[in-house]
Each structure stands twice: as C-alpha cells, then as structure tokens.
C-alpha cells in the first residue's frame, strides 16, 4: 500500500497504517486492500505465471465480527 498527495508526494505503507489508525479507518483500508488483491488475482487467473498475494489485515480489523462475514 502507498499513497500520492496532492502534491505527487509518496507516502510509506507505515504512514498510510499509522494515520488510518488514528482516523479509525483502518478497517475501511483493509478493505481496499483486500479487494484490490482480489481485482488482482481476476485479472491474472488466466496467465501462466503463477500468483501469490499476502494481504496483511490489521488486528483491529480482524477482530471485527462483521470482518469474516465479509470476507
């Protein structure tokens, strides 16, 4: 996971957790995170390489009751 600003700035993985667990979204960024890998991972089913994600989940999000039934 990155992050451009407004001003092109690239942001680390670190700042984007660090402010998302300050804002409390971190479930709301796991979430994209997870669904992109999952675009991903559709995109690529029909190639012949072949393709391994690991998804890191916060464990704020993954103590969530809601998170496993939407996952």
Same mark, same amino acid.
């Given at each position: ?5 407004? &001003?092109?700035?690239?942001? $680390?993985?670190?700042?984007?957790? $660090? %402010? ?14 997870? =669904?992109? %890998?999952?675009? @991903?991972?559709?995109?690529?089913? =029909?190639?012949?390489? &072949?393709?391994?994600?690991?998804? =890191?989940? %916060? $464990?704020? @999000? ?5 998170? &496993?039934?939407?996952?």
């Amino acid at each position: 996971l990155r992050l451009r600003d407004q &001003a092109g700035k690239l942001h $680390a993985a670190g700042e984007v957790v $660090a %402010a998302s667990m300050r804002a409390d979204l971190m479930a709301d960024v796991d979430r994209w995170v997870m =669904n992109q %890998a999952l675009l @991903t991972i559709q995109e690529r089913r =029909n190639t012949e390489s &072949a393709l391994k994600l690991f998804v =890191n989940q %916060a $464990a704020v @999000t993954l103590i969530m009751p809601e998170h &496993a039934e939407w996952l």
